[in-house]
């Protein structure tokens, strides 16, 4: 899953990595997240800046570190300690998103990344996958909504909300406006 989320964040037709929306303050603010369910093991990062793979990050959250969820400085800081390359804003500019931003700059609102594109298949990314053993997993990354304000967070970091894997169930990784998704916990009721 973190394989093909990797690739989806690598192209700019995506919200996410490179092809993520734009904040109020015209930045990229990203989360990812990803979760074992063969070990129930999860790994997450939020409002961060600068990565190319946020999905990477959120594994390494995972697997070297004690802890499940990071954002903002602090999650710089961990990618920094792993040498990470934090890229530049020119990195992550597309001509479609930022045309995007402009239409509601300035204003109070914020909006899902493909409100005014109907049946667009290019917004949040994630993945699920099953091995041949039967173990499964899940990953979503995000450029979070269009326009987004005081470090606003979506469902995609939240395990349980926009990513759960479990063995003995299913695994899911959720796409849509994160506010609906983090209220119904959705991910995790899918499951249970
Ligand atoms: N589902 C992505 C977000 O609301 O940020």
């Avoid at 349980?160 to 998704?181: D, I, L, P």
Wanted: glycine fraction near 10%.
């Amino acid at each position: 899953v973190e394989v093909a989320v990797k690739f989806l964040e690598d192209s700019h037709l995506f919200n996410a990595g490179k092809g993520s929306v734009f904040t109020a303050a015209g930045t990229h603010e990203m989360d990812a997240s990803i979760m074992d369910g063969k070990t129930l093991e999860a790994g997450a990062v939020s409002l961060i800046t600068g990565i190319k793979n946020p999905v990477a990050l959120a594994k390494d959250v995972m697997e070297k570190s004690e802890h499940v969820f990071l954002a903002g400085d602090g999650a710089m800081q961990f990618a920094k300690q792993l040498d990470y390359e934090v890229k530049d804003a020119s990195y992550f500019y597309d001509e479609f998103r930022h045309n995007q931003w402009l239409e509601i700059k300035d204003t109070d609102s914020f909006q899902l990344d493909h409100a005014t594109k109907k049946d667009s298949k290019f917004g949040t990314v994630g993945a699920v996958a099953c091995d041949k053993n039967g173990n499964i997993a899940a990953a979503t990354s995000t450029g979070g909504m269009t326009n987004k304000r005081f470090d606003r967070i979506g469902d995609s970091p939240i395990i349980g909300a926009g990513t759960y894997a479990n063995n003995t169930t299913c695994a899911v990784s959720c796409t849509g406006h994160g506010e609906f998704f983090l209220r119904a916990v959705v991910a995790y009721d899918v499951s249970c």
